[in-house]
Every structure is written in C-alpha cells, then in structure tokens.
C-alpha cells in the first residue's frame, strides 16, 4: 500500500477474551479468541482477512468497530482513540455508528422477520435523525434500494419473501444508510449461491468507487478475497501471522501457513495444480483456551524448533510492506 495513503483505522495490542461459563471454583478460563493483534487500515482500501474457521476474523471485525468491548489494546479512527485500555479512553459509540458498520454472514438471520424492509433500512435513518420529514425519510429508502439494485415495492415486504442474495442487498442498503466511511464485510457471500456472490462483489466494488468506501473483507475464499482486496491478512489461533500486498501473499507466502492455505487454492490450468505439492498439516488446532506459549503454529509447523515452542515470534516487517511474524523467516532458516 502507498505510504502516503492515510490510515483510517489503528489497532494495536487488541486482544478480546470471552469468559468461558462453568469450570468450578476459582479463576474462570477464557477463550483467547483475538490475542495482541496490531494492524493499520488505510483510507479507501480494502483489507482482506483469511484463515481457518475458529481463527478469530468475525471476533477481530467486530471488536474493531466496538460491538465487541475489547478486552485490551487501543483502537484509533482517524486520528482519535475511541478505545485504550491503558489510558481507560471508552469512547461513546453513537456517532461512531454513522462512521463504522458492518454487513452480517447470514442476510436472513440478521433481518428483522416481524419488520418490512422499509423499516429495517429506514431505523438507521430514524436513529441518527438524518430525514427532515416522513417525505425525505421515504426518499432516502428508495435511493438506497436503488443503489443496491431492488425496487421501490420491495419496502413494504418482509425478509422471508426475498431470496438470500435480495436479502443481502437489503443488509448492505441497511449498513449504507448512514453514509458509513468504514464496512466490515463478514463473510457477506458465505451463505449465497456462486453466481449471486459474484454480483454482491461486484455491487461492493463500484460502491466502494462512487462512496469512497474502505472495507474490511473476512471471507474463506482467497480467490475471492484476492480479486476484491488490496492488502490480505492471514490469521491463525487469534493471532496475524502474515499482511502483504494481495498479490504478493497469492504469489509468494512466506509464512508456513499461508503457504499451507495457498496450497489449497484451486488453479484454473491443470497442469499446474497436477504438478504443484499439496501442503497437509499435521496434528489439531491448539484449544484458545490454552494456546502454546510460543508461536500458535509451532504445534502443526514442519520447521518448527526448539525457541518456537517458548517465544512468541515478532510480526514485523520483512520488506516491501510484508509483515510476518516467524522465528524460522527471521533467522533465515525458511
């Protein structure tokens, strides 16, 4: 990414642990879902974000934009902290609504069955007061279901009357009602069928053009996150492992996972994915209750060794803005 774009948002040392219900008497476990991330999110792009199912992306996304309280760490939009745990800044988050929102995995259980879709894009408007009126409210509704490609008549209906793909495009108008600068996309097209998840992308991409929109794209599908982001990061067991250009990470990974999840990755030339090596991990993931002291990979790494088991690697940079964090990159051994 250029260094002269602006960073909207800053988030260093978040870590978000969910107590764990049960366990007898004394201290309560937790689940170390996103465990000292640090990250930068510049004005106008997209950051896509992968990894295993369990590996924290939903939980990073929605701590960043504060439906999640985090735990610790600091979290900075645009210059301001709207959360630090060391300064005990706890930012309201109402005006920060109208700036940060989120688009949900699964459109049909994030709608409101008992609302039309008029009323579910129209309570953002309401609550932010942005219509003078009842005549300007009914119009912002139908601009923004035009935007996102339904019809006018489609206000008075209820969710269970759209199709998934409909379904999303009314939780996007949802989330574009407040002219947000920031989206998380949580895995947006999960739950659709393929050839509706390349209308919804495309949808994103021109209104992140004509909005100036920045996103942040979880999703499992590399090529997909590839094709729509600027920047992928990769996650495993709460922690960032790697963060590079998205056709640097797609063409050279360099951290083992990465490696391993871009080994997966179907090729559309068939004697290229013959001749290319499956990468097979062995062993389980590490429970987030109690994750190794070390690297959170160490236990599945082939190039593991002995400091990585007791010294959590640095993420830094190893040149070119691609930051990885790995004992066996630093020392020249991979």
Known sequence: MDNEKKVLISVSRLTKHFKVRGGGVGKKP?????????????????LGLVGESGCGKTTLGRTIIRLYEPTSGRIVYDGTPIYDSDSNVKVKMLNYRRKM??????????L???????????????????????????????????EVGLNTEHAN???????GGQQQRVGIARALAVSPEFIVCDEPISALDVSIQAQIVNMLEDLQREK?????????DISVVRHISNRIGVMYLGNMVELAPSNEIYTNPIHPYTRTLMS?????????????????????IPSPINPPP????????????????????EFADCGGGHYCACHAISEGRL
């Open 294 to 313: 070390g690297c959170r990979f160490s236990t599945r790494c082939p190039y593991a060794e002995e400091r990585c088991n007791e010294e959590k690697p």
């Open 30 to 46: 937790v689940v170390k879902a996103v465990d000292d991330v640090s990250i930068d999110i510049y004005r106008g792009e997209t």
């Open 212 to 220: 100036g929109l920045t996103y942040l794209f979880i999703a499992h």
């Open 157 to 163: 209906r209820f969710p269970h009357e759209f199709s």
């Open 101 to 110: 929102q989120i688009i949900f995995q699964d459109p049909s259980a994030s």
């Open 264 to 284: 997966a990755v179907p090729l559309p030339d068939p004697d290229k994915s013959r001749a290319r090596k499956r990468i097979l991990l062995e062993g389980d």
């Open 112 to 146: 409101d069955p008992r609302m039309t879709v008029g009323e579910i894009v129209g309570e953002a408007i309401d609550i932010h007061k942005l219509a003078s009126g009842k005549a300007e409210r009914t119009e912002m509704i139908k601009s923004l279901l035009d």
